[in-house]
């Protein structure tokens, strides 16, 4: 396939970048060029907002969104005068007030979330705004991404713990919910999108085991080779302060997904996979919150 990606440089853009390239697809990515480029793609090197005539008269098998944050990143690669056979949009389960019953569901209604805030809303008008003008793109809508290439102080967190040999300050009895996503198996989920065409154009997307955070953490340090032990914070003290998840649960249906694709990457094999990227990429998770540090001075005991 002749595929457009937007981004390519970070995370899942970069990983579906690679993976294409792989498959033997020709894969052309937008990004700024701030970052090394995945060999084998033909880089064009812009703002996506700024597209210009690069574009213009190009045809793809596939633009494949994953970068686009609002109505205008989709506004302006529409009016660049690029056609394409199929759009897939990567949104976000932000779209889905946390006032909506739960497993939330594509019929349901969409809105504002006041933990997201503004990035649901952009996100959620950058889905109008491509339905309105592409109809028969797909929109899916994931909850957490976690994979090799994430840069995003989350699993690197738990890591960093396991290989310090620290316990782990757990928010409270550790039973809230996570859910996860693995870039592998998006990249999957696009490829049977491509080749079955299927009826629905929205889908949740992300695995149908769910676990609790504290699960979560032994797994991270299981891919570590390493055993958890915890520590209880009390919910008075803010949970962000000290660690990488909102004190927010929120769980997908993921039917829809799942009768097109009823096997995803196994959570703990996944987490191998990222831990063994991470420990020789230590550099490449960056905006590393403080959490140790917030943990050293506020919850150690003296």
């Known amino acids: 396939m002749k595929i457009l990606i937007t981004g390519g440089t970070t995370f899942v853009s ?6 294409f390239v792989a498959k033997g697809s020709e894969v052309t990515v937008i990004n700024r060029g701030s970052r090394p480029q ?7 090197n812009c703002d996506r907002t700024a597209l210009g ?11 494949l969104d994953i970068t686009a944050y609002t109505e205008e990143h989709i506004r302006t690669l529409l009016e660049s005068q690029v056609s394409f056979d199929d759009y897939i949009f990567i949104s976000s389960s932000a779209v889905y007030p946390e006032t909506n019953p739960q497993p939330f569901t594509e019929e349901q209604p969409c809105g504002y979330n006041s933990v997201w805030g503004d990035y649901g ?3 959620l008008k950058a889905e109008r705004y491509l339905q309105a003008n592409v109809p028969n ?7 957490y991404f976690y994979g090799v290439y994430e840069n995003l102080y989350r699993e690197a967190f738990p890591f960093d713990c396991a290989m310090q040999d620290r316990p782990f300050y757990l928010p409270q009895d550790g039973s809230m919910k996570l859910q996860f996503f693995n870039a592998y198996d998006l990249c999957r989920f696009v490829e049977i999108l491509i080749e079955k065409h299927p009826e629905h154009h929205i889908f949740n997307v992300g695995n149908r085991d769910i676990v609790t955070v504290k699960e979560w953490v032994e797994l991270c340090y299981k891919a570590a080779g390493k055993t958890a032990v915890f520590v209880s914070v009390s919910k008075e003290i803010p949970q962000r302060d000290y660690f ?3 004190d927010y649960e929120y769980v997908l249906d993921v039917s829809r997904q799942n009768d097109l694709m009823p096997d995803t990457v196994p959570l703990l094999q996944g987490l ?3 831990f063994e990227w991470y420990k020789n990429n230590l550099n490449s998770v960056y905006n590393r919150k403080k959490y ?8 150690v005991k003296q």
Do not use: Q, S
Not at 53 to 63: E, I, T
């Open 244 to 246: 990488c998840f909102y």
């Open 272 to 274: 191998k996979e990222e």
């Open 38 to 44: 995945i060999t084998g793609v033909t880089h064009i």
């Open 53 to 63: 005539d690069r574009l213009k008269g190009r045809h793809f098998d596939l633009v």
């Open 14 to 19: 970069k990983y579906a970048a690679e993976y």
């Open 137 to 143: 793109a797909y929109i899916l809508r994931p909850p």
């Open 121 to 123: 809303m952009n996100k």
């Open 292 to 299: 140790l540090e917030y943990i050293d001075n506020n919850l």
